[in-house]
């Protein structure tokens, strides 16, 4: 049985965006197969990032996290495929980019922990809290 078709979300934080890297991560997601449904280049506010990293409010990187991830544009892509969820965490590989595997996205590109390249859903749940906080109400 294969695992049925869910949808995730990543951002391409500032220092992706910032490096020209947003055309190659999103290269790597549709050559695994992964469908692009929703896309949009935005620079966060300060509520809009406290929005979407509400779950680590209070955590000693809060601050830091915040102020990185409202330093420029970021881009947000809805992914949809075959257990998303879990799948593109993989290719993302771990937090701390100096420890991610090669192969993974933050393994191959980056040495950060802030400054890790790219974020994505850990859950079902965080994917619909995260949808929520970056894109608003509005679709288009
Ligand atoms: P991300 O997947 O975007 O989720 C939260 C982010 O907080 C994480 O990637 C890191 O970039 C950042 N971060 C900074 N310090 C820490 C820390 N000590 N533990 C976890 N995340 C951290």
Do not use: C
């Not at 544009?73 to 965490?89: E, F, H, I, Q």
């Not at 790219?118 to 288009?140: C, M």
């Amino acid at each position: 049985m294969s695992a049925p078709a869910e949808d995730t979300l990543i951002v391409v934080k500032p220092d992706g965006v910032r490096r020209g890297l947003v055309g190659q991560i999103l290269g790597r997601f549709e050559a695994k197969g992964f469908v692009v449904k929703r896309l949009q280049m935005l620079t966060m506010s300060k509520a809009k990032a406290e929005e979407f990293y509400n779950v680590h409010k209070g955590k000693p990187f809060f601050g830091e996290l915040v102020t990185f991830i409202t330093s420029g544009p970021v881009v947000g892509a809805v992914l949809s495929g075959r257990d998303a969820v879990a799948t593109v965490r993989r290719m993302v590989g771990a937090t701390r980019s100096w420890e991610a595997a090669a192969g993974t996205i933050r393994g191959d590109y980056g040495l950060g922990y802030t400054d890790n390249i790219i974020h994505a859903s850990d859950s079902v749940e965080s994917f619909t809290h995260e949808q929520a906080a970056f894109f608003g109400k509005t679709r288009g």
